[in-house]
């Protein structure tokens, strides 16, 4: 183990590797924690950490008195599901709850000091991507919380998911049938069809969509939440998002990969990225800071993949962003300064404690 990464994320990437490129397969149990904490030099509560992650993100499963098993099935078909109820998702949330809202201090601070550093060249107009430093500062962001590679380049800054919704379909074209999961946010439908693409609803199942589903649409285009669909709380497994990649492999296909507040996943990691993990430059990675900063701060963020940047340039890059650079210059700060992931910490650790009963 180096001492790049904590030692618990370390072993659970390793154990993950080997578990989708097919060392240990479905079915297999794999060694216990006191075997694996001897082999590997590490504590006990190391690697009760890393097989914790394990399970929840759905490579394997704990079975009382009898281990721990592989339950990610490599895609030589569709994975195959049991039917489960659909369970609601919450319905407070994070933003709303003054308990749980971004500091109005510290974003006070922060616009005083951006207002003071910038002075007069607030007033310039935003480049139609989004300011500069907007972009790098999420770059970076994704880089060091959601194991992404994105160029400042990929990245695009608009009003909201609704406008990026928008740009998607100016971008891919008219012509191309949208799948989204059933039930879903309905702005996602809404917006789709106000731009006139016809839209196929594929079933959700307490893992993800449908895996028939999917396999029988004709849509071109799949429009994803992962982490948690609203509003029937459903997280995708990690069986299920390497079926998403697995569909879009063929035919030209694309995934848009809506994140929506994912940073509060209540893991001791944020939930892997369907970008990261693809290898195919298909995804188009959407998120907002509706939910980690306010609802009030209408700034969203696409991070297309290298291959659609020329696309997106002749298509749509004619467009001004609807961002105001103070905005972005605020948000900048936020990332860069750290208050940003220290506030989405603090309310991971906040609602960990909530959930346990304990201190974490």
């Not at 959601?146 to 990929?154: K, L, V």
């Not at 928008?166 to 049938?177: D, I, Q, T």
């Not at 900063?293 to 700034?299: C, D, E, Q």
């Amino acid at each position: 183990m180096n001492n790049q990464k904590p030692a618990y994320l370390q072993l659970y990437e390793k154990i993950r590797d080997k578990i989708t490129q097919g060392v240990w397969e479905y079915g297999e149990r794999l060694p216990s924690r006191r075997e694996t904490a001897r082999e590997d030099g590490l504590s006990a509560i190391t690697v009760e950490h890393s097989y914790e992650l394990l399970c929840q993100e759905g490579y394997i499963e704990s079975r009382p008195r009898s281990g721990y098993y592989v339950i990610y099935r490599p895609l030589d078909g569709f994975a195959q599901v049991s039917p489960r109820p659909l369970r609601p998702a919450a319905p407070a949330g994070y933003a709303s709850d003054r308990e749980n809202s971004f500091p109005f201090s510290v974003l006070a601070r922060t616009m005083r000091r951006v207002m003071t550093e910038y002075g007069e060249t607030l007033l310039n107009k935003s480049p139609n991507t989004g300011c500069d430093a907007l972009r790098q500062a999420i770059s970076r962001y994704l880089a060091r919380n959601r194991g992404m590679a994105a160029a400042p380049e990929q990245i695009v800054i608009g009003s909201g998911a609704e406008y990026l919704y928008g740009l998607v379909v100016e971008m891919l074209g008219r012509g191309k049938v949208y799948a989204i999961e059933s039930p879903s946010y309905e702005k996602i439908e809404q917006v789709y069809r106000a731009k006139g693409v016809a839209c196929d609803l594929l079933p959700l199942e307490h893992d993800g969509i449908r895996s028939a589903a999917l396999s029988a649409t004709r849509a071109s285009v799949l429009h994803i939440t992962p982490y948690r669909s609203f509003p029937s709380g459903v997280t995708a497994s990690a069986s299920k998002r390497r079926e998403y990649i697995h569909w879009a492999e063929d035919n030209d296909r694309f995934i848009v990969e809506d994140d929506f507040e994912s940073e509060f996943s209540l893991l001791r990691k944020p939930e892997e990225t369907v970008f990261s993990r693809s290898k195919k430059e298909n995804v188009i990675y959407l998120n907002t800071f509706s939910r980690t900063v306010s609802p009030s701060i209408r700034v969203g963020y696409m991070v297309l993949p290298p291959r659609l940047i020329p696309l997106f340039a002749a298509a749509v890059g004619f467009y001004s962003c609807t961002v105001p650079a103070f905005e972005q210059y605020v948000l900048a700060q936020l990332m860069d300064n750290g208050d940003f992931e220290r506030h989405i910490n603090r309310i991971r650790r906040m609602e960990r404690k909530k959930r346990t009963g304990k201190s974490v």
